[in-house]
């Protein structure tokens, strides 16, 4: 039982707060770049680089903190981990509550810093899309973006880090070709925590119920291609691999810095005298 790590709750508050500080780190990419451009005027972050923005975030995140949370980032990615039987579904409720005050905290960050900008950092449709229009839109996308997420965390693939370039990807073709319909949100949390802030509700229900959707026919899909889930390299890309592959501590012996350099190399930056 322990392989999977399900009941050991013992590292839960370090996987919570990797859930908030990486969705407050990809917010705060994808609701600032329509601040300051509200705020200096102009396109200031030209409209490409607001889409390569949270994909590259979201790849920097993957790679220096997936393994300790998975790197949801997103509610309905959660729910589709579980709806795979990759992930508990009693974490569910802490990881959205974490990503959902991750974005509100970004969101609350920003405007302390540069202002309220009228509606900028909502994720709004675009001119003259209709909002069930935009909520089809999400759903589409989020289907791509789930299934890449799903497959490329399955046993299938099991790409580990390498999976962030994917993904990565997909979020920046996703905000290239998607963002002038409907933002390309994919994210309740990145929606509706900007909503609440500036207490602006437009269209916010096709922000949650186009990626819930969307993530429900991605799930379908997996498997679809794959069969069932709930194998070992599918929760162990869902849930991190703290308490499993590793534990939190120092790595290596502890070794004092020398305060000049070692005899046999004068310039420094020798080997360590004991392996670390």
């Known amino acids: 039982m322990r392989q999977f790590d399900f009941w050991d709750t ?3 508050w370090r996987r919570l707060f990797s859930e908030l500080f990486g969705t407050f780190l990809l917010v705060t990419v994808g609701v600032g770049g329509s601040i300051v451009n509200a705020r200096f005027g102009g396109d200031v972050v030209p409209g490409p680089v607001r889409a390569v923005g949270p994909g590259l975030m979201v790849m920097a995140i993957i790679l220096f903190m997936g393994a300790v949370s998975g790197a949801h ?43 309220k900008q009228g509606t900028a950092g909502l994720t709004l449709p675009g001119p003259g899309i209709a909002t ?21 965390a399955s046993g299938a693939q099991a790409l580990g880090p390498i999976a962030a370039l994917g993904v990565s990807s997909y979020i920046i073709l996703a905000g290239l070709f998607g963002g ?10 990145r929606s509706l925590g900007p909503a609440l802030v500036l207490g602006n ?17 991605a799930v379908g899909f997996a498997f679809v291609l794959r069969g069932a889930g ?28 020398p305060d000049k350099p070692e005899p046999d190399n004068p310039a420094g930056g020798g080997r360590p005298s004991s392996p670390g």
Do not use: C, D, H, K
Request: charged residues 5%; glycine residues 14%.
């Open 10 to 12: 013992s590292y839960e």
């Open 73 to 115: 980032l997103n509610p309905v990615v959660s729910v589709a981990f579980a709806l795979r039987g990759n992930f508990p579904w009693r974490r569910v409720g802490g990881y959205i509550v974490v990503q959902f005050a991750g974005a509100v905290l970004a969101t609350l960050l920003l405007i302390g810093l540069l202002g």
């Open 132 to 152: 069930a229009t935009a909520l089809a839109w999400e759903a589409l996308l989020t289907t791509g973006l789930v299934s890449v997420i799903l497959g490329t």
């Open 180 to 189: 002038p319909v409907s933002g390309a949100s994919m994210n309740p949390a």
């Open 201 to 217: 509700w437009t269209s916010w229900w096709a922000y949650l119920v186009g990626p819930l959707i969307g993530a429900l026919i």
């Open 230 to 257: 709930g194998g070992t390299a599918g929760s162990r890309a869902a849930q991190g691999t703290l308490g499993t592959l590793w534990r939190p501590g120092r790595i290596g012996q502890p070794e004092s810095t």
